[in-house]
């Protein structure tokens, strides 16, 4: 499959009306094919159209700064406990459960658990006896005969793998950095006044900048193409949130703001609670 690299070729193509996502297997049966089948991700035209409305929808009901303030108290009981370490599962699990929690699922960190068993699966669509099983789970969770369940899976799963990546590539970046590292002016003046402060505020540039869904598929005048999404070379003033990250035009990430929110929060505490993880 060709692949685009080139960040302003990626938007265009992003941007495209002609080009669609590669759709869910129609012969498919079982819990897996019919969320993706429900999904806006894998919906092309009308049907992403409003499946995404919906989306928006829901998601407007999620407050960021609520969002944020969860994830902490969560990453706080996860050191507490002993977790400090960004891949450890009690990390891992925080953005699909404060997602999961805000959208009322009545057991979140289930939730993450089945979101973390059907996140490969979600994506390619090759199933097995365990993903069906853990992707049932999930659209049960969400209200079954709801017309909205799958939507509101789709929240979960997809806020899980993302955003716990940034999570881990941000605290990788800062315990690289060095003290030394002098406070970006740019990103300063960008995001001041912020409570996460200027070396988390990097880190998660950085880890964007290097994109954690490193790519997506579009299918052009019947042409696959791969499209790769990190984007070193996005001008300084870019705020993070409109980085390549997070994909551009009518399918680009509609959980931007909630994801920011969640994983600043994450990498926030888990440096709080580590004073030598980048301050040294
Ligand atoms: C840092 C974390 C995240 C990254 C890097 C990310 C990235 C992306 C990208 C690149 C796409 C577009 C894929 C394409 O165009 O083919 C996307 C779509 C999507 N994302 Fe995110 N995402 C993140 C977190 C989240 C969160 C927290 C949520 C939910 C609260 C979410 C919900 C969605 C949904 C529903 C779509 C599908 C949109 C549509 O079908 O039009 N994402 N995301």
Redesign the pocket.
């Given at each position: 499959m060709p692949i685009i690299t080139d960040s302003a070729s990626a938007r265009t193509l992003?941007a495209d009306p002609g080009a669609t996502?590669p759709g869910p297997d129609p012969t498919a049966r079982g819990p897996l094919a019919d969320l993706r089948r429900g999904?806006?991700?894998f919906?092309n035209g009308a049907d992403?159209a409003h499946?995404?409305n919906t989306?928006e929808v829901l998601?407007d009901r999620?407050e960021p700064a609520a969002l944020a303030a969860d994830a902490a108290a969560r990453a706080r009981d996860a050191v507490r406990a002993g977790s400090r370490d960004a891949d450890a599962w009690a990390i891992r699990r925080i953005?699909a459960a404060a997602?999961a929690g805000a959208l009322g699922f009545a057991d979140p960190d289930a939730a993450a658990v089945e979101a973390e068993v059907v996140a490969d699966a979600y994506r390619s669509g090759a199933t097995s006896p365990a993903v069906d099983a853990a992707a049932a789970r999930l659209l049960h969770a969400a209200g079954g005969d709801r017309p909205d369940a799958a939507l509101r899976v789709?929240?979960v799963v997809?806020?899980h793998r993302?955003?716990g990546?940034?999570v881990s590539r941000a605290i990788e970046r800062l315990a690289q950095a060095s003290p030394e590292t002098a406070v970006d002016p740019v990103l300063d003046a960008r995001h001041a006044p912020d409570a996460l402060g200027n070396p988390v505020v990097d880190a998660m540039d950085g880890a964007?900048r290097a994109?954690?869904?490193a790519t997506?598929?579009?299918v052009r005048a019947g042409l696959r193409v791969e499209v790769a999404?990190a984007d070193p070379v996005a001008p300084h003033s870019t705020p993070p949130g409109e980085l390549l990250?997070?994909?551009?035009?009518?399918?680009?990430?509609?959980?931007?703001a909630?994801?920011?929110a969640?994983?600043g929060a994450v990498v926030g505490e888990l440096r709080r609670a580590d004073g030598s993880v980048g301050s040294c």
């Open positions: 992003l996502v999904v806006s991700r919906a992403h499946r995404r989306i998601l999620l953005p997602i789709q929240l997809q806020a993302a955003t990546d940034t964007l994109a954690p869904v997506t598929v579009r999404l990250a997070f994909g551009a035009g009518p399918r680009r990430c509609p959980g931007t909630h994801a920011l969640i994983a």
